[in-house]
């Protein structure tokens, strides 16, 4: 039992290390991510050494069952009651559902365990294509160069490159609600909510973008949307993240190509 708890603290560890290179350090996010891993560690010790101390007492129970049992056979030559003898079913009923949870516990771990080492491995949030835009905007007139006035779209960009995550959500929804058509602003708040763990709305806005085959960084909203769907990470999700990192991994021009593959390894 001491092993499954060591395991179940290692995993948590690793989940921590790999959280550290997406979360800024010392960030609120980093805290809640903690607190949350934390309250899940402690109520998976509780369960588990709950369960093994129900199924030790029953195991205990199960020996002295048989000693009067067979005690009562060779004094008595009866066979011992059916009365005496179901609380020996059901306690041998309660080691069987320990040792199907521990292993469930310890599978389900290992799994998603995996997800979230090819996650740390192959997903970072997006340092390069968003400062190749904000050059061609800015080239093309499209922001003050003078720090004042300056296009709400841009500052929302500027925020995002440098992982200031909180405030380009607040800035890309101030420009949606006045630009609601927006493919570039629309996808950096698809990729903005994703980076904040808020996958539904992140679906929300990249899923249109994805939709039109035509849009410019198709590729990329692709990929992205694949991360959302392995956070959310049920059956179904599952299934549409592994249709669009074949995508990416069957074109070997995209530059997604190998840790779309890379993904899939894991994903199976």
Wanted: glycine share 4%; with cysteine.
């Amino acid at each position: 039992m001491n092993e499954e708890l060591e395991k179940f603290e290692s995993v948590e560890e690793k989940a921590l290390k790999a959280k550290n290179n997406i979360l800024p350090e010392g960030s609120a996010e980093e805290q809640e991510y903690r607190d949350i891993i934390f309250t899940v560690r402690e109520r998976g010790k509780k369960n588990i050494r709950k369960l093994a101390k129900q199924a030790e007492q029953n195991y205990k129970q199960i020996q002295t069952e048989k000693s009067n049992a067979k005690h009562k056979i060779m004094t008595n030559n009866n066979s011992p009651s059916k009365s005496r003898l179901l609380p020996v079913a059901a306690s041998i009923a309660i080691l069987a559902c320990a040792g199907y949870f521990l292993f469930m516990n310890k599978s389900s771990e290992e799994s998603g365990s995996s997800i979230d080492k090819a996650y740390a491995q192959y997903y970072k949030a997006d340092d390069k294509k968003v400062f190749d835009i904000l050059d061609r905007m800015e080239a093309q007139g499209f922001a003050s160069t003078s720090g004042e006035g300056e296009d709400t779209l841009t500052q929302a960009l500027k925020y995002y490159g440098n992982f200031k995550f909180d405030e380009a959500k607040s800035t890309l929804s101030q420009y949606l609600n006045a630009y609601p058509e927006n493919e570039t602003a629309k996808m950096y708040m698809g990729l903005t909510q994703l980076q904040l763990g808020n996958y539904a709305p992140a679906i929300e806005h990249l899923t249109p973008l994805y939709q039109n085959t035509s849009y410019e960084n198709h590729e990329m909203v692709k990929w992205y949307l694949a991360m959302c769907y392995i956070r959310v990470n049920d059956k179904e999700s599952i299934q549409k993240a592994k249709q669009m990192l074949r995508e990416l991994s069957m074109n070997k021009s995209s530059e997604y190509h190998k840790e779309a593959t890379g993904f899939l390894s894991v994903l199976g």
